[in-house]
Nanobody, 122 residues
Framework: QVQLVESGGGLVQAGGSLRLSCAASGLTFTWYTMGWFRQAPGKEREFVAARWSSGSRTDYTDSVKGRFTISRDNAKNTVYLQMNSLKPEDTAVYYC???????????????WGQGTQVTVSS
């Protein structure tokens, strides 16, 4: 079965960095757009970033642009989210997801990981 497993979350100080990883299995990784979403307490799920299956096509929500970078290693079936200059507002559960078409809409993503907590303190 398809599994997406996130790792790399934790507690960091404002201004610090984290790199999230998402290891995929049970699917043909190169067929899928990979995305990151996040959800803070009491808030709706928010699109963060996505990367197409081939090439360097990417998309970011405005609040993270210039600070976060999404990348993927097809040989390792893994997608990453490098997060720099973290702010308390970035605190959320971060989810990895896979879609058959390029999209920033959660409805397009068929598979989801269990999430990893990112907490940014001041």
């Amino acid at each position: 079965q398809v599994q997406l497993v996130e790792s790399g979350g934790g507690l960091v100080q404002a201004g610090g960095s984290l790199r999230l990883s998402c290891a995929a299995s049970g699917l043909t990784f190169t067929w899928y757009t990979m995305g990151w979403f996040r959800q803070a307490p009491g808030k709706e799920r928010e699109f963060v970033a996505a990367r197409w299956s081939s090439g360097s096509r990417t998309d970011y929500t405005d609040s993270v642009k210039g600070r976060f970078t999404i990348s993927r290693d097809n040989a390792k079936n893994t997608v990453y989210l490098q997060m720099n200059s973290l702010k308390p507002e970035d605190t959320a559960v971060y989810y990895c997801a896979a879609a058959r078409s390029y999209s920033s809409s959660y409805n397009s993503y068929a598979y989801w990981g269990q999430g990893t907590q990112v907490t940014v303190s001041s």
